[in-house]
C-alpha cells in the first residue's frame, strides 16, 4: 500500500528536483531572450546534472527538505536563502575550476538564484496559504466554532496552530482578552 508519509522525502526531492531544473532551464530561457543557441544549450545539458546535485545537497544541509511546509515561518525561509546562496557560490566555484570549458554565463547564474529563491518561497508559503486559508473553506461544515482566550502571543501562536492542523475539528471564530490592549 502506497503511503504519503512514507515516501515523503522522496516525493519532496523529487518535487525539488523538479522545481530546480525548470529554475534553471528559465534562467537560461529569460538570459537568451526565450531562443537558447546550441552552444549554450550544451553547457545547460552538461551543467544541469552538477547545478541539480549541489543545490540539493545545500538545500540538505541547510535542513530545508525536512520539517512540515504546514509550519513555514520567516527563518524557514531565510535558511532557504541561505542555502541557495552556498549552492550558488559551490556553483560558481565547480563552474570555473571543474568544468572550464563549459563556462556557464554568471547572469544565468543570477537569474537562476533569484528564480530558486521565489521558486521554493512560493512552495513552501503556497502551501501554508493553502493548508490555513483554503482547506478550511471547504471542510468548515465539519469543524465546531470556537473561541480562543487569550490575544496575547501564546493565544495567537495556538490559533496558528489550530488553522495549521488538517485534522483539527475547530473553526476558530475570534480571540477574547480582558487585556484592551491586546
Known amino acids: 500500500k502506497f503511503s504519503l508519509r512514507k515516501h515523503r522525502l522522496w516525493l519532496l526531492l523529487a518535487a525539488h528536483v523538479l522545481l530546480l ?21 550544451r553547457i545547460f545539458v552538461v551543467t544541469l546534472p552538477f547545478v541539480i546535485a549541489i543545490k540539493v545537497l545545500a538545500l540538505y544541509w541547510f535542513r530545508t527538505l525536512s520539517g512540515s511546509f504546514r509550519f513555514v515561518s520567516f527563518s ?20 570555473f575550476f571543474a568544468l572550464p570549458s563549459f563556462q556557464v554565463p554568471r547572469s544565468v547564474v543570477a537569474i537562476d538564484l533569484c528564480l530558486t529563491i521565489l521558486a521554493l518561497s512560493l512552495l ?11 482547506h478550511p473553506i471547504f471542510s468548515s461544515r465539519d469543524r465546531r466554532p470556537a473561541l480562543v482566550i487569550g490575544a496575547n502571543n501564546e493565544g495567537q501562536r495556538y490559533v496558528q496552530f489550530l488553522r495549521a492542523a488538517l485534522g483539527s475539528r475547530f473553526r476558530i471564530v475570534g480571540c477574547l482578552d480582558n487585556d484592551p490592549s491586546s
Open 21 to 41: 531544473s525548470c529554475s534553471y532551464l528559465a534562467a537560461f530561457l529569460l538570459r537568451f531572450d526565450l531562443v537558447i543557441p546550441n552552444s549554450s544549450w
Open 76 to 95: 524557514d525561509l531565510v535558511s532557504l536563502t541561505q542555502a541557495c546562496l552556498l549552492a550558488t557560490g559551490v556553483i560558481i566555484c565547480v563552474d
Open 124 to 134: 513552501r508559503g503556497g502551501w501554508r496559504y493553502t493548508t490555513e486559508h483554503v
